[in-house]
T-cell receptor
Framework: DTAVSQTPKYLVTQMGNDKSIKCEQN?????MYWYKQDSKKFLKIMFS???????INETVPNRFSPKSPDKAHLNLHINSLELGDSAVYFC?????????????FGSGTRLTVV | TQLLEQSPQFLSIQEGENLTVYCNSS?????LQWYRQEPGEGPVLLVT?????EVKKLKRLTFQFGDARKDSSLHITAAQPGDTGLYLC????????????FGEGTQLTVNP
């Protein structure tokens, strides 16, 4: 009965590869997000979708492409992976846009690019 | 420049001690939240404050929102090893629309 689930938990891949991270929420929330947490634990927003529509697209390289097939899913595809992409990626959802009532986070995907 | 400044960045104390973590900004926030993150997990929401001067209590944790809605504090009484974790404040600034911005976090270690 996990609220926000993302897969895989760990991802180790070589530079130049393409990989995807999947996220699903069963809370009925309208808004979903992708955040990147760097080695200093700083959480930075990458994308926000509200009911399948892109709302926030921060300064993220074009190699990162989110896809929301429905409001319960938000996947992240990364092309031509680079060493600097190594981080923990968190999916989150909120009942209202902007998270006024708080976010529910997944448990993260630790991406290591070698 | 960071919109939300948290202090201290690291805090290591003994079980039973009290502590306060601060979250400051020059911006006004329509709401502010505190999260706790444990290793290998995502942040978990502890509280949301929306009114200037608001105080909320969650067992041994006391959260306060500044009168001007520019700052917040988290006070833990009689800390326990189970309180160990990364504490994050996050807020929606009035000038940034729907975007929720996180502070850099305070890593708390409570030693038995």
């Amino acid at each position: 009965d996990t609220a926000v689930s993302q897969t895989p938990k760990y991802l180790v891949t070589q530079m130049g590869n393409d990989k995807s991270i999947k996220c699903e929420q069963n809370l009925g929330h309208d808004t979903m997000y992708w955040y990147k947490q760097d080695s200093k634990k700083f959480l930075k927003i990458m994308f926000s979708y509200n009911n399948k529509e892109l709302i926030i697209n921060e300064t993220v390289p074009n190699r990162f492409s989110p896809k929301s097939p429905d409001k319960a899913h938000l996947n992240l595809h990364i092309n031509s992976l680079e060493l600097g992409d190594s981080a923990v990626y968190f999916c989150a959802s909120s009942q209202v846009q902007g998270g006024g009532h708080g976010y529910t986070f997944g448990s993260g995907t630790r991406l290591t690019v070698v | 420049t960071q919109l939300l400044e948290q202090s201290p960045q690291f805090l290591s104390i003994q079980e039973g001690e009290n502590l306060t973590v601060y979250c400051n900004s020059s911006s006004v926030f329509s709401s502010l939240q505190w999260y706790r993150q444990e290793p290998g997990e995502g942040p978990v929401l502890l509280v949301t404050v929306v009114t200037g001067g608001e105080v909320k209590k969650l067992k041994r944790l006391t959260f306060q929102f500044g009168d001007a809605r520019k700052d917040s504090s988290l006070h833990i009484t009689a800390a326990q090893p189970g309180d160990t974790g990364l504490y994050l404040c996050a807020g929606r600034a009035e000038t940034s629309g729907s975007r929720l911005t996180f502070g850099e976090g305070t890593q708390l270690t409570v030693n038995p």
